[in-house]
């Protein structure tokens, strides 16, 4: 994927971010929304680094994961607002759940911290059946808490495991500030403990989390087992789209995005004016003609709800 | 006919287990001390030695990760067949085994499927307490998704385990590890298979119908054999799957006894008795003579005594008694 590629991954979220941020305050929304207004650099950034074929276990701050992964906006707004067009029907729980096993997106659980425990099984998979997949694991901050992450970490450094654990670092969790949360600046520390690289990145910088991401890659495709990487971003909204977010003093109650990751593509050559305005305005025109048509779609019918208990 | 060898439980399930293995490459194990050791109570013996430590992964002290990775694995291609130490360790590994195995399919709108296997020593041993003795069987009936076999011999140790590994969907499989010495005949045909949701009718009889499961089974036998000399008769129905529950043949047997008693080693309250219970009273309400009761372990904790364990379990003189009881009704 080429730097024009990218920034038009980055300012298609983008702009479902900001539509979403719009609809939900002028209709509300029958769920939870996590925001990833400010970190869609991040996530695009990282995911452009994998095969077609390499699995993601993304988090839940946006859509931006699978959206990168391939997936089409209709399908992630659908399973958001959960219609029965969406890939999981209306069945997914907690924050959106969506799903692509062409693509390798294995679906996230409504519990934050477990993907680490089955990515590292998706990745023994990959390992046991000889195929050079590569698992990438995303979290927060506040997921880097669970012993979940310790519990595979180390049986995946030990067995070399071909994973890339990207944790979004956006400096809340969800109130609790990251300096009451861990005794190091950086989560990237605690990859020593299991004896693989510990990368620090700047996450608003998306060719330099692409670029850390791509050396991961290689190294997990190479048999040389797991990387850490910690992408330092910020957290323009609040956990939840609707948290007053009292808490916080650094609170800038807005959607300006401080070192905005469309900005320093921009700034850095990747997207000539021109060439980014139009793709801002072509990414506004997807979101509005995304969502129209997602809201016209029908709910699902009561008869699936005990279809697929069992396989 | 050939004659059917005789076999340990235990050995029945390390049979499953490498035929298994030896007709399907995707189909292997991790759990602690699986590998080299051959598991605690030896039923993985020589499995590390034939299929490498590739597919007899011994893990670390990680409940979680046993069961959260062979999830993962399961839904990429492969099938592992998972062991915790003891059934009670499925409480470190909650959030896998009760939200992940069983849901992950469903909250995915069945764009995955999980087809693995969660083995589980279950049971008193006889001195191992609280943590490490009690029968959670009813867990697995109380979050759908998952499937749950108990068996009570080694032929059907052989036989479920088969079908659990070659099932599409997640099986919670708990083996009693007091009966891991019990010896039967096992069949040797690599497609002997004991299909899920068959009960097995252990005795046939007239005046009373025990359903029990696991240990329970050969102490109801016991009872069923003293009664017999004062002519009750009892039809003892084995289950073998409590997800699926055979309810067809258990309501048969009570249209012809009248009564029914559902025994098992788990707690009395809300054990998998007080479900199979509430549906024999919807499925047979008006062909019962007597309500029907259940035995089940005290509401206690289990001492780590040996003596005082079997108290707290019910005992085939129990069963005995119970049963007498209930037909005099």
């Known amino acids: 994927m080429n730097e024009l590629d990218l920034y038009r991954e980055v300012t298609r979220i983008r702009a479902l971010e900001l539509l979403l941020h719009r609809y939900i305050e002028e209709h509300g929304f029958g769920g939870f929304w996590h925001p990833g207004l400010g970190q869609e650099g991040l996530q695009a950034g990282a995911v452009s680094a994998l095969r077609e074929d390499d699995y993601l276990f993304y988090a839940h701050r946006g859509l931006g994961y699978a959206l990168a992964k391939g997936m089409s906006p209709v399908t992630l707004l659908a399973d958001l607002f959960g219609k029965a067009g969406g890939s999981v029907g209306g069945k997914g729980g907690g924050t959106v759940h969506f799903v692509d096993p062409e693509r390798g ?17 998706a990745g023994i998979s990959a390992q046991m059946l000889g195929e050079d997949r590569v698992v990438a694991i995303f979290f927060g901050d506040g997921a880097a808490a669970r012993g979940t992450f310790h519990e595979a970490a180390l049986t995946a450094s030990v067995w070399k495991l071909p994973l890339v654990w990207i944790c979004e670092n956006n400096g809340w969790a969800i109130s609790v500030p990251i300096s009451e949360q861990s005794p190091t600046e950086d989560i990237a520390d605690r990859a020593a403990a299991y004896g693989v690289p510990g990368v620090v ?8 989390v692409r670029a850390a991401t791509e050396e991961a890659v290689a190294r997990a495709r190479a048999g040389e087992g797991p990387t850490l990487i910690e992408a330092k971003t910020l957290r323009v909204r609040g956990h939840f789209e609707g948290d007053k977010q009292g808490y916080r003093e650094d609170l800038v109650d807005g ?9 320093l593509l921009r700034e850095g050559g990747a ?10 305005a072509e990414a506004r025109d997807e979101a509005e003609a995304v969502l129209a048509e997602v809201l016209a779609m029908p709910g699902p019918e009561p008869d699936v709800i005990t279809e697929g208990v069992w396989a | 006919m050939a004659e059917v060898p005789t076999l340990g439980y235990a050995r029945a399930i390390n049979q499953a287990l490498a035929e298994e293995m030896r007709r399907e490459g995707r189909v292997w194990m991790l759990g ?3 590998g080299r050791m051959g598991g605690v109570f ?8 034939e299929f490498g430590a590739g597919r007899v992964r011994d893990t670390t002290l990680n409940e979680t990760f046993i069961v959260g990775a062979a999830v993962g694995a399961a839904m990429t291609g492969t099938i592992p067949v998972a062991e915790l130490q003891f059934a009670d360790f499925m409480m470190i590994a909650g959030d896998e085994v009760f939200h992940k195995m069983a849901k992950w399919r469903y909250m995915h709108g069945a764009q995955l499927s999980v087809p693995m296997v969660l083995r589980l020593p279950t049971g008193v041993l006889g001195g191992v307490g609280a943590e490490h003795s009690q029968s959670l069987e009813v867990l697995g009936m109380h979050f759908p998704g998952l499937k749950v076999a108990l068996p009570s011999t080694p032929a059907d140790a052989k036989g479920l385990l088969k079908t659990a590994i070659r099932d599409p969907n997640p099986v919670l ?8 010495r019990t010896k ?3 069949p040797e045909d690599p497609e002997f298979l004991v299909p899920f949701g068959e009960a097995a009718v252990r005795r046939q009889g007239a005046h009373l119908t025990v359903v029990a499961t696991g240990l329970m089974v050969p102490r109801a036998l016991e009872a069923a054999e003293r009664l017999a000399a004062e002519g009750v008769e009892l039809e003892v129905i084995d289950p073998r799957t409590l997800v699926p529950l055979d309810m067809e043949t258990i309501v048969a047997s009570i249209e012809k006894t009248g009564r029914a008693l559902v025994v098992h080693e788990a707690v009395r309250t809300a054990g998998p008795g007080a479900e199979i219970a509430a549906r024999i009273q919807e499925a047979a309400f008006f062909v019962l003579d007597a309500p029907v009761w259940r035995l089940g372990a005290l509401d206690t904790s289990i001492p780590q005594s040996p003596d005082l364990e079997q108290l707290v379990i019910p005992s085939g003189a129990e069963i005995e008694a119970a049963a007498r009881a209930l037909v005099a009704l």
């Open chain 1, 105 to 121: 997106v294995l679906g996230q659980g409504g519990t934050v911290g477990s993907s680490f425990v089955l990515g590292a099984g």
């Open chain 1, 201 to 208: 990145v700047d996450g608003q910088d998306t060719l330099a």
């Open chain 1, 255 to 263: 959607l300006e995005v401080p070192r905005d990751p469309l900005a």
């Open chain 1, 271 to 280: 997207a000539p004016a021109a060439e980014a305005d139009r793709l801002d």
């Open chain 2, 32 to 34: 602690q001390d699986v």
């Open chain 2, 42 to 49: 030896g039923v993985t013996r020589g499995l590390y030695e």
């Open chain 2, 173 to 180: 499989f708990f083996e009693h590890k007091g009966m891991y």
């Open chain 2, 184 to 186: 039967g005949p096992v």
